[in-house]
């Protein structure tokens, strides 16, 4: 890996805190809080003169006698006791080289590459997605994104939830609404609608209907227990869920190792309940088997099996973990799941731990907030009710596609890829700029504006800088290294220099927030970069015009690579 200007300077001042009999943690550098007097900072030496009961001058004095800083950067001491850092020009062209046709070349590999599970995603069998669904989907891809880039072996899974209590009482209302379903021979349709219909009426009969919820709960045994009719239908029933969660996964760029759903693990329950109990570390209590947690936390126990002999999410979690530590013997496993379900995951992590089920495998709940409205309330659709993933892409699309034909550059398939790439870009930078521990307002409208923090700004300055790159070509001109730090072009540098570490910040953190702030900052210095500095026209200086040019190809390839690693996609034209 090639060195970044902050590790450089870093590793400069690290050398002379110590060469001054200084401890090393003094010399933490850091990016500037004044960029206009100076670029990186030093606010060690308080510390120094705290420690050592000195003037903080005189330890200023010290290191400053000590810095060899190899012609790359400026150095001063400030008042009380602060270093200030300016990088020369000759640092600010070494490091646009330095990344000259690669964008990822200032940026490390894990040092101990991890194999990391993801299980994001987690919808339920018959029902369309909604928007609640959004932010695990697009944290999620995005993480996996950033952990591969950074040299992890990542593989995920979608956690689908296709067994248990729910669907007895889908299987139920289909047995009054169409029996002929359950014929062996059946050639009648089933649609996506049909069990979107179903569904919520089985729903609200259940717990209105005592008779009904009886029956649900036989038809739950059978199917467990294998009956032939449930079964086939229950196939059924799956293949068209499948079918509608692909279509909207794949639309959001989301790929899964493994599509397994809480079935998979049926088989498994019983057999590690019977283990657990027999190691003591489950127990009867009021007629459920538990396990109690070791913790100074007030958690209630893990209840496995109820006392009525079924398993509940407990069970299937823990069976989840097993089978996934046999299977791939990830080091740490990540549940991109709502922030509600903290105590579950807390439940869960621990009993996996102290029963020795989890084996190696770290486990993370990377939780997030909510998604709400203008109105700071759950996001809904203008009639009240959730909205469908599949509609909100539609609305995002169509509004997107206005915009293009107000500007009239685009039109026939063109514009429909154009709109499709802008009204997801709008969704996921919309979602990932944010913290996603932190609730958000999803504001349609917003997110779609050309300026500003959203996705579609950060696209067009990308399609703006290749349409100057292909009027430049026309015009003989092609990019050659940087050389020439005029206006405006040392913000740029310096934005390129952080790329790295605002990609290890993502990761550390589980966090792809701090890359998208990251790429619309660099958007930003960019655009004023390309406003101040003209590259085209009467009495430009070819050579300056080159230089300029191979700077924005620079920041280009890294806004390009950013938004890819947040599954957003650039259009051709805007």
Request: include cysteine.
């Amino acid at each position: 890996m090639k060195t970044t200007l902050i590790d450089s300077l870093q590793q400069s001042v690290t050398e002379a805190f110590e060469a001054a009999g200084f401890e090393a943690k003094f010399g933490a550098v850091r990016v500037s809080d004044r960029p206009d007097l100076a670029d990186f900072q030093c606010n060690g030496l308080m510390g120094v003169a705290k420690s050592r009961k000195m003037n903080p001058a005189l330890a200023g004095e010290a290191v400053m006698e000590k810095l060899e800083l190899g012609g790359l950067f400026e150095a001063e001491f400030v008042k009380p006791g602060f270093l200030n850092f300016r990088a020369t020009d000759n640092a600010l062209t070494q490091a646009v080289a330095a990344q000259a046709g690669d964008a990822r070349a200032l940026s490390d590999s894990a040092e101990k590459p991890a194999k990391i599970m993801v299980d994001y995603g987690g919808p339920n069998l018959a029902k369309e997605m909604h928007v609640g669904h959004l932010r695990s989907a697009i944290v999620g891809q995005g993480l996996i994104n950033l952990l591969a880039f950074a040299g992890h072996d990542v593989v995920s899974d979608v956690h689908l939830g296709d067994w248990g209590l729910q669907i007895g009482q889908l299987i139920s209302q289909i047995e009054e609404v169409r029996p002929d379903l359950f014929e062996e021979e059946v050639e009648a349709p089933l649609t996506m609608e049909n069990l979107q219909e179903w569904y919520p009426q089985a729903s609200a009969k259940s717990k209105a209907d005592e008779a009904f919820r009886d029956r649900a709960r036989k038809a739950t045994s059978a199917l467990q227990a294998g009956d032939a009719q449930y079964m086939r239908l229950w196939r059924r029933i799956v293949e068209v869920s499948k079918a509608s969660l692909r279509r909207d996964y794949d639309r959001l760029g989301c790929e899964f190792t493994y599509f397994h759903g809480e079935s998979r693990y049926q088989d498994m329950l019983g057999q590690i309940v019977e283990k657990l109990e027999k190691s003591g570390d489950a127990v009867l209590d009021d007629g459920a088997i538990v396990v109690h947690l070791q913790t100074d936390k007030k958690l209630p126990p893990l209840m496995l099996r109820n006392s009525n002999g079924g398993y509940g999410y407990g069970a299937t979690d823990l069976a989840t973990i097993v089978d996934r530590v046999e299977q791939d013997d990830p080091d740490y496993i990540l549940y991109v799941v709502d922030a509600r379900q903290k105590m579950h995951f807390q439940q869960v992590f621990l009993a996996a731990g102290q029963t020795g089920l989890s084996g190696g495998a770290q486990l993370e709940h990377t939780a997030f907030g909510t998604v709400n409205g203008t109105d700071g309330k759950p996001f809904k659709t203008r009639e009240g009710g959730v909205m469908r993933l599949h509609d909100l892409m539609d609305e995002m699309h169509a509004a997107a596609r206005k915009r293009l034909e107000e500007m009239g550059q685009l039109s026939g398939a063109e514009l429909e890829a154009a709109a499709e790439q802008i009204g997801l870009a709008a969704i996921k930078f919309g979602e990932l700029s944010h913290d996603r521990e932190s609730n958000y307002v999803f504001d349609m409208e917003q997110f779609l504006q050309f300026e500003g923090k959203t996705g579609p700004y950060i696209q067009y300055t990308c399609v703006r800088i290749a349409s100057l790159m292909q009027r430049a070509k026309a015009a003989g001109l092609l990019p050659a290294p940087f050389r020439d730090v005029t206006e405006n072009a040392r913000p740029v540098v310096l934005t390129l220099d952080e790329f790295a570490g605002k990609v290890q910040r993502a990761v550390e953190t589980r966090k792809p927030n701090h890359l998208a702030m990251h790429v619309y900052k660099l958007a930003n210095v960019t655009n004023s970069f390309y406003q101040s500095n003209r590259v085209l026209g009467e009495g430009i200086d070819p050579g300056v015009a080159a230089s300029h040019l191979g700077l924005l190809e620079a920041a280009s390839q890294q806004l390009r690579l950013g938004l890819d690693l947040l599954g957003i996609e650039v259009p051709a034209r805007m």
